[in-house]
């Protein structure tokens, strides 16, 4: 399983990106998928979590009601639509595939087993 992240980039406050992860390998629907990052200096955290249905979503406090994170399964794509960009925001992210199939989105970046290179946003105020 490869795991290709794009989409960062550099942003001024209140502005929106799009992060997209394409996921090569077998059984892409059967998976949750996430997103993660880490800011300078701090450890990676969570960040929004999909379902292998696409119905269950959960975010972090942090993003909650900026964020929102969606699939495109016959596409092995995931997506993070980021509005209302803060400079707290400023991290590379990560998107990951659960370990084992046919589970709940979950926080903990452990239950985690493939992750992509990550891509870089900046949010300026």
């Known amino acids: 399983v490869q795991l290709q992240a794009s989409g960062g980039g550099h942003v001024r406050t209140g502005d929106s990106l799009k992060l997209v992860c394409v996921a090569s390998?077998?059984?892409?629907?059967?998976?949750?998928w996430g997103w993660f990052r880490q800011r300078p200096g701090k450890d990676r955290e969570f960040v929004a979590a999909?379902?292998?249905?696409?119905?269950?979503?959960d975010y972090a406090d942090s993003v909650k009601g900026r964020f929102t994170i969606s699939r495109d399964t016959p596409e092995n794509t995931i997506y993070l639509q980021m509005n209302s960009l803060e400079p707290e925001d400023t991290a590379t992210y990560y998107c990951?595939?659960?370990?084992?199939?046919?589970?709940?989105?979950?926080?903990?970046?452990?239950?985690?087993?493939?992750w992509g290179q990550g891509t870089q946003v900046t949010v300026s105020s």
């Open positions: 990951a595939r659960r370990r084992t199939d046919l589970q709940p989105p979950a926080r903990g970046s452990s239950l985690y087993g493939f």
């Open positions: 999909i379902s292998w249905t696409g119905n269950t979503r």
């Open positions: 390998g077998p059984n892409f629907s059967r998976y949750t």
